[in-house]
């Protein structure tokens, strides 16, 4: 899917998709249906910065000792299954130990196909680039947006953690939104990867997307944790996509995670960037959100 330069130019978003962000620092988001309650809860998000007819069930939980106007907000992204409310509940003891609200969206099979929510959103049916503020990543900063002015919360900037497609969504958020306002964000073991270089088309390299040499330095500069199961080795585990391009890049998911990170401190020093991202594993995990959950979340909230 190789997509044409001079039609997202056209858009204006050839260097840092900032359309996409939409501030809002007016009432404009009221009605989005964000409800944030202590404990779990739930709510239908009603993006009107973006696409406003793929309303988004969002799972959240707050710690009863903590306050929706104060507390850190991470949002957590599920994995091909769609489990959100499994991601929000797993979540829930690590809120509870760190004091943070977790934000787990759902994009649904009948609104975002797997496709879609994970890497195609940037182009439509016809291959034609889409605006930026449509795309599935920039959901997140409308998210945050009607999440901060439904709760009064003034913290600038937000945690990002996606597991396997939710790793996807995650590191093409980090690369083709390099404005976005996370603080940090933890890439966990995703099947095949965008890799971080202008030479190979998208969706498995930057060529074609709206990503340049200069944002991709932004990105790469930016606070990234890569964080792989150890024993998440199996070369034809569900998922693994077993396409050439994605072959490519190595045996299985722990092999591909090792390239991608090797690739991105590659093209930093190419492009002599300040190269902010890390690797990190977690012993003993395979390709097991609930026992890569609690190293994520120590990650996020490390000083």
């Not at 050839?14 to 202590?38: C, E, F, M, N, P």
């Not at 990543?137 to 990002?160: M, Q, W």
């Not at 964000?185 to 340049?212: E, F, H, K, Q």
């Amino acid at each position: 899917m190789l997509l044409d330069r001079r039609q997202f130019m056209r858009l204006g978003v050839a260097t840092t998709a900032a359309t996409a962000l939409g501030h809002v620092s007016t009432g404009r988001s009221a009605d989005s249906g964000v409800r944030i309650l202590a404990g779990p809860g739930q709510f239908v998000f009603v993006d009107r910065q973006g696409d406003p007819s793929r309303p988004i069930t969002i799972y959240s939980y707050l710690p009863r000792q903590a306050k929706a106007s104060e507390a850190p907000i991470v949002f957590v992204l599920h994995g091909h299954h769609r489990t959100a409310e499994g991601y929000r509940d797993d979540w829930a003891q690590h809120a509870e130990k760190y004091g943070f609200m977790v934000i787990a969206p759902r994009f649904d099979e009948a609104s975002w196909d797997e496709a879609d929510y994970s890497y195609r959103s940037i182009v439509d049916k016809d291959r034609r680039p889409v605006d930026p503020s449509r795309w599935s990543y920039s959901v997140i900063e409308h998210l945050f947006d009607a999440v901060k002015l439904a709760t009064g919360n003034p913290n600038p900037r937000y945690l990002l953690y996606g597991f396997s497609e939710g790793g996807q969504f995650v590191h093409r958020l980090v690369l083709l939104l390099p404005e976005a306002r996370y603080s940090r964000a933890v890439v966990g073991t995703p099947g095949w990867y965008t890799m971080p270089v202008l030479d190979i088309g998208y969706p498995y390299g930057l060529r074609g997307s709206p990503a340049t040499a200069s944002s991709l330095k932004h990105s790469l500069e930016r606070d990234v944790v890569l964080l792989l199961g150890a024993n998440d080795t199996d070369p034809r585990g569900k998922d693994v996509r077993q396409t050439p391009q994605a072959l490519a890049q190595g045996a299985g998911r722990f092999e591909r995670g090792q390239n991608f990170y090797r690739a991105a401190e590659k093209s930093a020093a190419e492009l002599d960037a300040r190269f902010g991202w890390r690797l990190a594993t977690v012993a003993g995990a395979a390709h097991e959100p609930k026992k890569i959950s609690p190293t994520a979340a120590k990650i996020l909230m490390a000083r």
